[in-house]
C-alpha cells in the first residue's frame, strides 16, 4: 500500500529536517508489520556495514574510528533485536529490497578525487539517514497502535538520534563547522524535495 499526502507541513521538524513525515505513516505501516520490520532490519545492518566502511577507508582518523567502531556493534544489536522482534511474532524476514531513498542521497553525494571531501560527504549521508530514520521512530512509538511497538521503537529513536548527531559534528570536525553547514543545508533542501516525491510507503523505512 502506498500514500502520498500533499498537504504534509512543510515546517521543520525538531531535528532540523525540512520536511516532516506525514504521521498517519505509522498506521500504514502497522498494517505490513512483516515488510516493515524486514525492512528496518536490514536498515540496521546497512549502517553497520557503513560505519564499518568508514573505518576501512580512513583508518588514519583516529576520532572518528573510536566513536564509529561502537556503533557497528550497536547496529548489528540492533539488526539482532529487530530479527528477534519478527521471530517473536511469528513473521518471518524476508528478502532485501532495493532503497530508493538512500540511492537517491547517494547519487546526490559529490563524487570527488579528494579523499577528504568523500570522508564529508559520506559522513552527512550518513547524518542525514539517521536523522530521518529517528523521525521515522519517534512517529511509530508515538502513534503505532502496538503499545509494545511503541516502547521498541522508542529505544531506537533515541539511539539514532545519538547517531546523527555523532556523524554530523564528526563532518565538522574533519571539513570545519561553516563549509559543511552549508553543504549540510543543501542535503537539507535535497531531501525535503526527495521525500515529497518519493510516495510513502507503508512497507519501507525512508
Known amino acids: 500500500m502506498e500514500i502520498l499526502d500533499p498537504k504534509r507541513s512543510g515546517s521543520k521538524t525538531k531535528l532540523g529536517l525540512e520536511l516532516p513525515t506525514d504521521p498517519r505513516w ?65 513473521l518471518r524476514l524476508g528478502r532485501q529490497r532495493k532503497d530508493e531513498y538512500v540511492n ?40 503505532i497502535e502496538d503499545e509494545k511497538l511503541r516502547d521498541f521503537y522508542h529505544h531506537f529513536m533515541v539511539s539514532e538520534a545519538g547517531h546523527y548527531k555523532m556523524f554530523l559534528r564528526l563532518a565538522k570536525l574533519y571539513g570545519g563547522d561553516e563549509k559543511v553547514s552549508r553543504r549540510w543545508q543543501e542535503y537539507l533542501d535535497f531531501e525535503a524535495e526527495m521525500v515529497r516525491a518519493l510516495p510513502l510507503r507503508g512497507d519501507r523505512m525512508h
Not at 542525514?128 to 502513534?143: H, K, N, P, V, Y
Open 104 to 143: 537517491k542521497l547517494l547519487a546526490f553525494s559529490k563524487k570527488s578525487d579528494n579523499r577528504e571531501e568523500r570522508l564529508i560527504e559520506n559522513l552527512l549521508t550518513c547524518a542525514l539517514i539517521e536523522a530521518r530514520s529517528c523521525e521515522r521512530f519517534r512517529i511509530l512509538s508515538l502513534e
Open 26 to 90: 505509522a498506521h500504514v505501516a502497522s498494517m505490513e508489520l512483516e515488510e516493515i520490520l524486514t525492512d528496518h532490519a536490514y536498515c540496521e545492518q546497512k549502517a553497520a556495514s557503513a560505519c564499518i566502511s568508514l573505518i576501512q577507508h580512513y583508518p588514519e582518523k583516529a576520532e572518528m574510528v573510536n566513536e564509529v567502531a561502537p556503533v557497528v556493534t550497536e547496529e548489528w544489536g540492533h539488526f539482532r533485536l529487530v530479527l528477534a522482534e519478527i521471530q517473536k511474532r511469528g
